[in-house]
């Protein structure tokens, strides 16, 4: 993902997470917080047709949504999948697995990856690994995305 990107990754993301609005101003922190993490699917003409955002962070503490981050924690213990969206032409086709793998492999280096599930996603995020998990005080801000939000993570490396 680029700057350039960022616009096709609004109209994706408005399109895919109609009721999760996020200004354009988190997308363009996260990309320039960890570029490494923030990652565009593109078709045979380089359309946008997905985004991945994800950057470390603290476990148990998931950003709220439409949240502006300041700064990533220098002592960050998890790696958290922000956003995974894909566009109805990448569905079907495997993209989310092999997105998720190289996510996967760039987060090795923290003890676990985590995300916040919405859209009653969490049996795709069970295929892919992740779990449910509960923490103390965190229903507050799940209840922010919706009410089916659910903390999800991978188990310990």
Sequence with gaps: ???TDLPAVQ??????HPDYFERPEVFAERLALHPAGCRVLVDSLDEVIGYVVSHPWRFGDPP???TLLQALPPQADTYYLHD???LPAARGTGAASRVIEEIRAHGAAWPRLSLVAVNASVPFWQRHGFEVVTVPGLAERLAGYDATAVFMATRDR
């Design 1 to 3: 993902m680029t700057p």
């Design 84 to 86: 995974l969206a894909l």
């Design 11 to 16: 109209a994706t993301a408005q399109q895919v």
């Design 64 to 66: 709220a949504l439409d």
